[in-house]
């Protein structure tokens, strides 16, 4: 298996590039803004052939080059239908600091061709098989992506690919619009605390960690482990 991450120009937003092999076709997770070149070279270096795009959720920072990469490789983006609306107007989710930064003028349009994940599904995609879990709170719409790690460069039995669901050290924001604290813990409690320690977490910023490492020392997860997620423990990053 090959993985290729490279964090995005603007916010740092890791884009990956997974697949069977060398000369395979490819999944895109997450193609942010000022990725298109760096994307490029990944599929050069590496002969791939992006067969989907797959969204971890609507936030701009992660979906702005959706529409070039699809319609340059005449390929589907895949969202989970409660962030749809968000890959129609990113602007409906955007803080207000990047709303005035943008000033109302974004050179962003809507990929033609797009597909809804649902929750508990196995797609196969490219020659692989990936797991979705609809783990809300960050944005009503956020999912993970799990897939076997056998053949990869991690020694584990499985990846998750987390958004902005879980990071090192910490979790994704809530307080922008479709964010909630309590959905965020739930899905922490459901969906992240129950995967194998070994899993290996490919975030949406930041370093990639495992399940073990988090259960042992962020914040969130030794919170919602010890009081079922009553309250929030620590600071937040993304938007």
């Known amino acids: 298996m090959l993985i290729a991450g ?9 884009c990956y590039v997974v697949a069977p092999g060398r000369g395979e076709q490819c999944v895109v997770v997450d193609p942010g803004m000022g990725v298109l070149d760096q994307l490029d070279a990944v599929l050069a270096e590496h002969r791939l052939q992006p067969a989907a795009v797959l969204l971890t959720h609507g936030h701009l920072d992660h979906t702005f080059s959706v529409t070039p990469v699809c319609g340059a490789k005449g390929v589907t983006a895949y969202i989970h239908p409660a962030d749809r609306e968000l890959l129609a107007d990113p602007t409906k989710a955007l803080s207000t600091d990047l709303s005035q930064m943008f000033g109302g003028r974004l050179p962003y349009t809507e990929p033609e061709d797009v597909a809804e994940l649902t929750d508990g599904a196995t797609i196969t995609l490219a ?3 990936i797991t ?56 922490l409690r459901d969906k992240i605390l129950p995967l194998a320690d070994d899993t290996v977490v490919l975030p949406g910023h930041g370093p990639a960690t495992t399940i073990g490492r988090e259960r042992a020392s962020n914040p969130y997860l030794r919170e919602v482990a010890d009081r079922d997620g009553t309250r929030p423990a620590g600071p937040t990053r993304g938007w």
């Open 6 to 14: 490279f964090p995005a120009d603007f916010l740092g937003t890791n």
């Open 127 to 129: 020659g692989l098989e």
């Open 132 to 187: 979705v879990d609809h783990a809300p709170g960050h944005t009503g719409g956020s999912v993970l992506f799990r897939l076997p790690a056998a053949g990869s460069p991690f020694e584990a039995e499985q990846l998750c690919l987390s958004g902005d669901v879980l990071f090192a050290g910490s979790i994704g924001r809530t307080d922008l619009p479709g964010g909630s604290m309590p959905a965020m813990l739930t899905s």
